[in-house]
């Protein structure tokens, strides 16, 4: 049973920042990935910037120099902040955790598991 909670969408103006948070909770579950997806009317979902355990990160060409995502480990949580933003931006947000689960009690192990938040939505006005 996972849960990701996301918050920090809303409406901003261009050349503005903003922070986005999302919370991954669930026992047994080793969250080895953390990232953001979004979509944008008529468009299909694309990845914006994930992020492992270990730190490395991964940034979508047209985000980076403007956009950080980081983790904390101990609360697997994961931000991404948003600088410079753009109209384009404009989109749904969700968070994505890729996640290992194991269970003595259970005696199951199952690995690369793909949890979704429900979005929050980005608006950029011009």
């Known amino acids: 049973q996972v849960q990701l909670v996301e918050s920090g969408g809303g409406l901003v103006q261009a050349g503005g920042s903003l922070k986005l948070s999302c919370t991954a909770s669930?026992?047994?579950?080793?969250?080895?990935?953390m990232g953001w997806y979004r979509q944008a009317p008529g468009k299909q979902r694309e990845l914006v910037a994930a992020i492992t355990s270990g730190g490395n990160t991964n940034y979508a060409d047209s985000v980076k120099g403007r956009f950080t995502i980081s983790r904390d480990n101990a609360k697997d949580t994961v931000y991404l902040q948003m600088n410079s933003l753009k109209p384009e931006d404009t989109a749904v947000y969700y968070c994505?955790?890729?996640?290992?689960?194991?269970?003595?009690?259970?005696?199951?192990?199952?690995?690369?598991?793909?949890?979704w938040g429900k979005g929050t939505l980005l608006t950029v006005s011009s």
């Open positions: 994505n955790a890729r996640a290992d689960y194991y269970s003595a009690s259970d005696g199951l192990f199952t690995r690369d598991m793909d949890f």
């Open positions: 669930g026992s047994a579950y080793s969250f080895n990935a």
